[in-house]
């Protein structure tokens, strides 16, 4: 086989281009989550914050309120952004992947120990969550 330049094209390389393409559907480089919680907006903003100190990463406060964090590199990625942010009771969070085509589930690992953990920060403070998630949790789109 051979391109239309005329360089042949190994046959193995077909079957590497099928492999990234299923494994960027099954492992997205993004992954978005919620979770209602009854509690004032600034009562989960001040949970996500201590879950965000804790987690002993960088991290920052928009000037609209939304939580930036930054995770460190490690054996299986080059790091990823993390946001977070509430609105009327929600808390919408997203992870994705600072470099690379697949992240082997690490997103999907990020969002739901942080949104499970600002939900143990809000039991222990007598704040009741709704634990049901939204019917959204998804990878997010790659617009």
């Not at 393409?21 to 992954?31: A, E, G, K, Q, S």
């Not at 790091?79 to 997203?94: I, M, Y």
């Not at 969002?111 to 009741?128: E, G, N, P």
């Not at 634990?131 to 959204?136: A, G, N, Q």
């Amino acid at each position: 086989m051979s391109l239309a330049g005329g360089l042949p094209v190994h046959p193995n390389l077909y079957l590497v281009a099928a492999l990234c393409i299923l494994l960027t559907i099954c492992f997205p480089v993004r992954w978005r989550d919620s979770r209602h919680f009854d509690a004032p907006d600034e009562a989960v903003r001040e949970a996500a914050r201590r879950v965000l100190r804790d987690m002993q990463v960088w991290w920052r406060e928009s000037v609209g309120g939304t939580l930036q964090a930054r995770m460190p590199a490690n054996m299986s990625s080059w790091g990823e952004r993390v946001e977070a942010w509430v609105q009327g009771g929600v808390l919408d969070c997203e992870s994705r992947c600072v470099f690379g085509f697949v992240d082997w589930g690490k997103n999907r690992k990020n969002v739901t120990k942080f949104l499970a953990d600002v939900s143990q920060i809000l039991m222990t403070s007598d704040l009741r969550p709704c634990h049901s998630r939204t019917p959204e949790s998804r990878p997010a789109s790659t617009v």
